[in-house]
């Protein structure tokens, strides 16, 4: 009923699960710092920590923001971060820094067919 963990996969993509609990009506984000995470099921079991500690999505993406920023900038041949940078920035309805992230992503790894299909958007 709860997860705990980093957004990021250490090449700097999203973890899948990470998407599926922001996308989920059923879990909720409680917790969220520079590294970590946490996220709470809805359930009676959990309804008092929920009230207790309750996050907006959008606090929940700064830690995404955060280290893919952080990550972008060390590592500059690296996409990874780029494209999550863009996602969250598509999810937060801030399309414009979406396609510069995108675009930044593209110069770094022009054949990649999934930055590709994200600047088609």
Request: hydrophobic share 35%.
């Amino acid at each position: 009923t709860c997860v705990v963990m980093p957004p990021l996969l250490p090449h700097g993509s999203i973890y899948p699960i990470v998407e599926r609990l922001f996308d989920d009506p059923g879990w909720d984000i409680i917790y969220n710092d520079p590294l970590s995470l946490i996220f709470l099921k809805r359930d009676n079991r959990n309804e008092s920590v929920r009230k207790k500690f309750p996050k907006k999505k959008e606090e929940g993406y700064q830690t995404i923001i955060f280290q893919a920023s952080l990550g972008a900038s060390r590592n500059r041949s690296n996409p990874y971060y780029l494209i999550s940078l863009g996602k969250v920035f598509y999810r937060l309805g801030r399309i414009d820094d979406a396609k510069k992230a995108f675009l930044m992503a593209y110069r770094r790894d022009p054949d990649n067919p999934f930055i590709k299909g994200w600047l088609q958007k």
